[in-house]
Antibody, heavy 118, light 111 residues
Framework: QVQLVQSGAEVKKPGASVKVSCKASGYTFTSFGISWVRQAPGQGLEWMGW????????NYAQKLQGRVTMTTDTSTSTTYMELRSLRSDDTAVYYC???????????WGQGTLVTVSS | QSVLTQPPSVSGAPGQRVTISCTGS?????????VHWYQQLPGTAPKLLIF???NRPSGVPDRFSGSKSGTSASLAITGLQAEDEADYYC???????????FGGGTKLTVL
């Protein structure tokens, strides 16, 4: 069955960077892109960007341009999301989701809590 | 402010029917992009509930249904159950961003 398993919770200081991983299984990794979505405490869902697992093409949300980088490792079917220059308002649960037909997330990772605090 | 507009909350008694609206713009929902719905139970990841406006993934009860007309979409839940208490989000695609857009979410309370 399709599974996306994310790395564990992180605590970072303001100005630091964080890299979250998302390991896929149960399907042909290069056939689908991965989108990243975050959710601040008590808030709604915010799309961060997308990466093609086929060729590594990316598209990032404008507000995160310059601070976010998404990469893939096809040898391990893993996608990474790195966010730099962390601020307190980056505190959120970060999710990866398989980007399926019609631009929908049909399978989601369990989420990774990133806490930014001095 | 979310690109797609949802009511912050809805409620209903067990067995009743509730609907959640999702209003967009001519450039998103009105441009023909599909609307999808997610259910998020407390402390868990979103789960795809409706895709492509009206389709249910395998395993989703037929109590859940979706529709779309013009620049709006709706999620209907019939035969409301206590386990349906959750946050519900609509999602579509914005070609100007080349990315997903979400509604602000609707909290469903089962009375």
């Amino acid at each position: 069955q399709v599974q996306l398993v994310q790395s564990g919770a992180e605590v970072k200081k303001p100005g630091a960077s964080v890299k979250v991983s998302c390991k896929a299984s149960g399907y042909t990794f290069t056939s689908f892109g991965i989108s990243w979505v975050r959710q601040a405490p008590g808030q709604g869902l915010e799309w961060m960007g997308w990466i093609s697992a086929y060729n590594g093409n990316t598209n990032y949300a404008q507000k995160l341009q310059g601070r976010v980088t998404m990469t893939t490792d096809t040898s391990t079917s893993t996608t990474y999301m790195e966010l730099r220059s962390l601020r307190s308002d980056d505190t959120a649960v970060y999710y990866c989701a398989r980007d399926s037909v019609g631009a929908t997330g049909d399978y989601w990772g369990q989420g990774t809590l990133v806490t930014v605090s001095s | 402010q979310s690109v797609l507009t949802q009511p912050p909350s809805v409620s209903g008694a067990p067995g009743q029917r509730v609907t959640i609206s999702c209003t967009g713009s001519n450039s998103i929902i009105g441009a023909g992009y599909d609307v999808h719905w997610y259910q998020q139970l407390p402390g868990t990841a979103p789960k795809l509930l409706i895709f492509g406006n009206t389709n249910r993934p395998s395993g989703v009860p037929d109590r859940f249904s979706g529709s779309k007309s013009g620049t709006s979409a709706s999620l209907a839940i019939t035969g409301l159950q206590a386990e349906d208490e959750a946050d519900y989000y609509c999602q579509s695609y914005d070609s100007s961003l080349s990315g997903w857009v979400f509604g602000g979410g609707t909290k469903l309370t089962v009375l």
